[in-house]
């Protein structure tokens, strides 16, 4: 067993060892980055089956003083990888909550938002002690937080995570599987994890409706979470063909993506709640 993983490290080509490095050197900035609000949080609306607004995903951003925009997709694995991603998460914790904090203050429509956590992170307890300080601190019910987490980060340490999204239940938490039908055993995690949510992934409904593998795929997976009691996400929803398809489900499922619209800024946000709403009325006196 040994020998196999010898020769993968040293034989396989990988084309991604010199961004590695970028990444590296860039991540050596993030506690700047913190201070200097060079990251920031976008988030990104969720549309009940009802077309209100259920919540929003808190996503993070990089605006880097040299290089510009860096995408998550580049140094979140980064952060993962030199531990950093732990202050990150308690950073964003603390920034979203007391965002939520604001928005109860103001009788604001949006309460509910989503948080991305590390696999690395889950079972930690300052996780949870960060958790609940942030929302004992701005007044948050628990409730309305939700944490993301990825079936692939839990794959090495499925008992532990169990335990630990237990914990965050107990707690009022909710929890989301994220990217669910990216990873390899995905049946057996619906059944496992305690979890509220599961959020399909994209390229599940890329092929909607057009597809009619994918329609019929992702019909099934909306009707097997909802007969085991979860809420259903549909992430990176484009068109309104694909919003038609959703609408016609037995139980129809939430959505997320650019057809609402893409993450925004706290400010923007605010103008597209109210103009998402004002638009609902105006259809509604129709
Ligand atoms: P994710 O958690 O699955 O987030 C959804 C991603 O899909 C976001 O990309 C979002 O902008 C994108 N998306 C949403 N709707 C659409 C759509 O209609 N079309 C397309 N093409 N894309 C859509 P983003 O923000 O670039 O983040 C990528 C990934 O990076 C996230 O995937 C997540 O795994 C990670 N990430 C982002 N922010 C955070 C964070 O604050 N903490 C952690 N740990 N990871 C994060
Ligand atoms: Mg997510
Ligand atoms: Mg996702
Ligand atoms: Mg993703």
Not at 214 to 227: M, T
Request: with cysteine; proline share 5%.
């Amino acid at each position: 067993h040994s020998s196999i993983e010898y020769k993968h490290e040293v034989i396989e080509y990988d084309p991604n060892i010199h961004i590695f490095s970028f990444e590296r050197s860039i991540i050596q900035d993030i506690d700047k980055a913190m201070d200097n609000h060079e990251l920031f949080i976008v988030y990104q609306p969720k549309i009940g089956s009802n077309k209100a607004i259920i919540g929003a995903e808190a996503l993070l951003r990089w605006n880097h003083p040299t290089q510009g925009f860096i995408s998550p997709a580049v140094f979140i694995p980064a952060l993962e990888e030199n531990g950093k991603i732990t202050d990150v998460t308690d950073w964003i914790i603390e920034q979203v909550c007391h965002e939520m904090g604001n928005w109860i203050v103001n009788h604001y429509p949006l309460k509910a938002v989503s948080i991305n956590i590390p696999g690395q992170y889950i079972t930690s307890p300052r996780l949870m002690d960060v958790l609940k300080n942030s929302v004992s601190k701005y007044k948050i019910d628990s409730h309305f937080l939700e944490l993301e987490i990825t079936e692939t980060s839990v794959i090495n340490n499925i008992e532990n995570a169990i335990n630990s999204i237990g914990e965050f239940r107990k707690y009022g938490f909710r929890v989301a599987l994220d990217d669910f039908g990216t990873g390899l055993s995905s049946l057996s995690y619906l059944k496992r994890l305690p979890i509220t949510t599961v959020k399909i992934d994209k390229s599940f409904v890329d092929g909607v409706p057009e597809s009619e593998k994918d329609s019929a795929i992702i019909k099934a997976i909306i009707v097997l979470c909802h007969s085991l009691n979860m809420d259903v996400i549909i992430e990176g929803v484009e068109t309104e063909a694909q919003v038609n398809f959703l609408s016609q489900m037995p139980e129809k499922p939430g959505i997320q993506g650019y057809y609402y619209s893409p993450p925004l800024k706290r400010e923007d946000l605010a103008k597209w709640v109210q103009h998402f709403q004002e638009q609902q009325e105006t259809m509604s006196q129709k």
